[in-house]
């Protein structure tokens, strides 16, 4: 059963890959958390090996309002 259900859930986000909204009411809580903490991970390995190579990690760049005239 396990099986099928995965097979379902799978389908289903392949059939609504450009609807994420309809996708996320298919997939189950605990699949959403888990791809979640393992974003978070990556994030996190890629901090480290950006520190422990003496780089800095990627800042976002910083946004600069439009120059105004009076």
């Not at 994420?20 to 189950?28: D, G, H």
């Not at 901090?47 to 760049?61: C, F, Q, R």
């Amino acid at each position: 059963m396990v099986e099928r259900v995965g097979a379902i859930r799978k389908t289903a986000a392949h059939v609504f890959r450009r609807h994420p909204e309809i996708a996320r009411e298919v997939t189950s809580a605990y699949e959403r958390r888990r791809r979640a903490a393992a974003r978070r991970e990556k994030v996190r390995k890629a901090a480290e090996a950006g520190e422990a190579s003496g780089k800095l990690a990627a800042a976002p760049a910083p946004t600069t309002a439009a120059p105004t005239t009076p």
